[in-house]
């Protein structure tokens, strides 16, 4: 797998750099827990990359929080 573009994870997680630290940090500890992964990757390569793969495929997102008004 190559390098993912820090462009395209942005787009993904709605222009936010810490949306996308936290979306990435939350499915990388999933991974590492047991939970299958959603995309094709080497078994050598670190949770934390499988997460940022699967997030610039989009296969998962971060939920948007309802605002009260």
Do not use: F, N, W
Not at 43 to 62: C, D, N, Q, R, Y
Request: hydrophobic content about 40%; proline content about 4%.
């Amino acid at each position: 797998m190559a390098y993912v573009a820090l462009e395209t994870l942005l787009d993904k997680s709605g222009g936010s750099i810490y949306k996308l630290v936290i979306l990435a940090a939350k499915r990388g500890l999933e991974i590492a827990e047991g939970q299958p992964k959603m995309v094709e990757a080497p078994v050598s390569m670190k949770p934390s990359t499988i997460a940022l793969h699967e997030i610039a495929e989009g296969k998962v997102e971060s939920k948007k929080l309802k605002t009260k008004e």
